[in-house]
């Protein structure tokens, strides 16, 4: 079994040859001494710095489809057009509209499709950070800055393996004797053999390890994060909190979420930082113009982590905001906007700022919509930031965040009190009457996965979280965990049908999808099962189409 580490090769400026492009193939064709090569804490840096390049770049591994593979954000869109939330209008350039249509896991034996990419993807994270840990303890240099860097590389271990998990396999509760993914801890090369799944728990054990080592080494190095794209102490906090979320350990969630919140400089945005205005679009005259929004810049307050794009690294087409950003030249998204459901949409109320951050009923249904911004319900929240440039940075955790995981886990842990006012700090930054509004909601039970009617504050948070998060969190990993059915296809009270351009109506039980419906995980790619000893087709995800 052989692992990918092309990345780091890359980033020290140094050539190396990958052969063959399976999966099981690309350890360059001679081994490399790690005591040359991360010698020291500076060329351990540099190493560092090209995991994080792979979080936002196309990965050329990926010989087509290239467009839709851009890191962290794609593997997000791709849960949440997976999801009841977010409405994928047209096919468009195709991009992603396969994974809406449930037709993406089909194509397990491409190496150009969503199983692939996914799997190549956070296992060449986890290749490159095990070299860089393999140096724990023989690189030299500062030992306070080599702790930094090594708690970098544990929490980017830990949060690549969480979200192959949540991608290969059901939600952990209840599944924790599942096949997981393979765990690697050790650097690997061209004589190394692949290793089995292993189970649920046992992945679940090894990030929990990872976290807890990260957050170790963070303290005693004490050094401040250098720049936002860095995993700091925060972060990993944020992504414990979300590990315990997903675990249902309530007070481990509560407690990581409040210390991720204590990040120097950092608070929820206020209501005229949340404001959106949009872009606007002439369908006749094809003008077009990039609005305002704080999500589109790591410079924004409540962000915790994030990369920052200069223009120089942008790339037009293979990006979050060529799919997202309808108000532009850059034609995916105007060909396939992205839009909130209707059902979404009219749960906020006229008072709440983030109404703004979506089109609304304009008049223009599907069928009207020829091209571009003016259709119903479609997303302003995410815009270039530099329309020209076709930049704008990448936000992959925000204090929000841990403000709704902390009031979420407060509240299920019974503690009703402590949750509505910790969910009131961010609902009144977004609506005026917020507080007034939930002043009489109790309880933690959940009563509705996508629709229905709020009855408990359990209910409140959970759609809060649905509001706030719409694009950045990916909504299929919050329907899994939370084990309610949901469903694209609903009738809104004055009559108006869901605007899902497909409610997966091939499905039996479309009007009700159970959240451990085995379409809503990935298959494992066939080149892992061709090149690894053990994993054979009795370990394949299990297929019905």
Known sequence: MRRFIYTIFLAMGLTVSTG??????????????????LSDASSIRV???????????????????????????????????????????????????????????????SKIQQCYFTWMYFYE????????????????????????????????????????????????????????????????NSTSKGKGRGTVQDVYDQINKDLTRAIQLFEESNIAQAHISNL????????????????NDWETAATAAENAMQKPGCSLLSMSEATVVKGTFDNDTKNWKTGKTPFNSVNTRSV??????LSEQSNVFASFYSMMDACTDVYYAAEAPKCISNWLYSQIPDTDIRKGWWNGDIGVTAADWTYGANINYNQHKFQWADQDAHTGDLIFMRAEEACLIRAEALCRAGNIEEA???????????????????AGLTGNTQTFG???????????????????????AGRLFDIMRQGMPWTRSWELEDGTKSNHSNVLSKYAEYTAFPSDYIECILMIPQVEIDNNPNIGPEDQNPYIQ
């Open 420 to 438: 509505r006012a910790e969910i009131t700090k961010l609902g009144e930054r977004r609506d005026s009457n917020y507080a007034k509004r939930i």
């Open 232 to 247: 700091d102490i925060y972060a990993t906090w944020l992504l414990k909190a979300r590990v315990a979320l997903v675990q």
């Open 20 to 37: 063959c492009a399976d999966l099981m193939e690309t350890l360059p064709s001679g081994e490399v001494d790690k005591g040359q090569i």
């Open 125 to 188: 994270i986890i290749g490159n950070v095990n070299y860089i840990l393999s140096a724990e303890n023989t690189a030299k240099g500062d030992k306070n800055e080599l702790k930094d860097l090594m708690a970098q590389a544990y929490a980017a271990r830990a949060f690549s393996y969480f979200m192959l998990i949540q991608s290969f396999q059901q939600t952990y509760k209840g599944h924790e004797t599942l096949p997981g993914v393979p765990i690697y801890t050790q650097a690997t």
């Open 47 to 109: 190493a560092m710095n090209g995991v994080y390049s792979t979080m936002y770049n196309r990965i050329d591994f990926v010989t087509a489809n290239a467009h839709q593979c851009f890191g962290n954000m794609a593997i997000i869109l791709n849960a949440e057009v997976m999801g009841d939330d977010m409405v994928h209008t047209a096919e468009g350039a195709g991009w992603f509209w396969k994974a809406y249509n449930y037709e993406a896991r089909e194509r397990f034996a």
């Open 304 to 309: 915790i982590w994030g990369m920052e794009m």
């Open 450 to 472: 996508t629709k229905g009617t709020v009855t408990t504050l359990l209910d409140e948070i959970l759609l809060q979280r649905r509001i706030e998060l719409w694009g950045e």
